[in-house]
C-alpha cells in the first residue's frame, strides 16, 4: 500500500486552517484535492472530517477518534497504527492522509509520498503542518497554478 500525505500549506508558514476551516477559498485547488483521493482510502481527524467529509469522493474513509463511534460512511479507529492496519485490510492500493495537525504528525514519518499544494500569498491561521526535513525527500514532479504551486515529493531512499 502507498501512504501518501496531501494538504494544502501557506507557502511562507505552513498554515493549513483558521476557525474550522480553510484559511483561503480557491477552488482549483479543492477541486485537485477531491481527484487525487478520488477512488481511494482517505484517513483524516475527527474535525476534518467534520468539515470536508460530505464533499469526499474517496471510496472509504478512516476517521481517527478517541471515542469511536459509529458515523454515516466512515470506519472510526482509536489510532494511527489502527487506522493503517484497516487500510491495508481492506486492500487500498493508495491511501491518502488528509490532516489535520496531529494526524500529519503521526503520518509523516510512515508515508511514501507527500503532496502539498503551496499557496501562494499571506495567510494567518491557527492550524500549521509539521515542520519536515526536506533531505528526506526529493521532488518528483510539480506544477504550476496561478494560486498555488503542487509538489510531489518522494521519500528519499536511505543510503
Ligand atoms: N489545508 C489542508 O490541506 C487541510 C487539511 C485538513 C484539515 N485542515 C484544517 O485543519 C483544521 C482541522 O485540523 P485539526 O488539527 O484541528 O483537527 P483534526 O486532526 O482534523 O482532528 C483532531 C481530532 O482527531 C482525532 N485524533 C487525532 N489524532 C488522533 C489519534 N492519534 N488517535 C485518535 N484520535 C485522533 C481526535 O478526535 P476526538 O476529539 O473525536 O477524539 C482529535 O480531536 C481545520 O482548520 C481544517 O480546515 C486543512
Known amino acids: 500500500m502507498e501512504l501518501i500525505v496531501i494538504a494544502a500549506v501557506g507557502c511562507g508558514n505552513r498554515v493549513i486552517g483558521r476557525d474550522g476551516g480553510l484559511p483561503w477559498n480557491i477552488p482549483d485547488e479543492y477541486q485537485q484535492f477531491l481527484e487525487h483521493i478520488r477512488g481511494h482510502t482517505v484517513i483524516m481527524g ?10 469526499l469522493t ?20 482509536p ?3 489502527q487506522a493503517l492496519e484497516r487500510a491495508e485490510a481492506i486492500g487500498s492500493r493508495r491511501t491518502f492522509v488528509a ?21 501562494k500569498g ?8 509539521p515542520d519536515f ?27
Open 122 to 129: 499571506e495567510y494567518s491561521g491557527d492550524t500549521f503542518f
Open 46 to 55: 475527527r474535525i476534518s472530517w467534520e468539515i470536508f467529509g460530505e464533499d
Open 58 to 77: 474517496s471510496a472509504r474513509h478512516i476517521v481517527l477518534t478517541r471515542n469511536p463511534r459509529k458515523v454515516r460512511n466512515a470506519i472510526t479507529v
Open 133 to 159: 526535513d526536506p533531505a528526506d525527500w526529493s521532488v518528483e514532479w510539480t506544477r504550476e497554478h496561478p494560486a498555488f504551486e503542487f509538489v510531489a515529493y518522494g521519500r528519499r531512499a536511505v543510503a
Open 79 to 81: 489510532s494511527f497504527e
Open 99 to 119: 490532516g489535520g495537525a496531529s494526524v500529519y504528525e503521526e503520518a509523516l514519518s510512515e508515508a511514501d509520498a507527500l503532496y502539498l499544494s503551496y499557496v
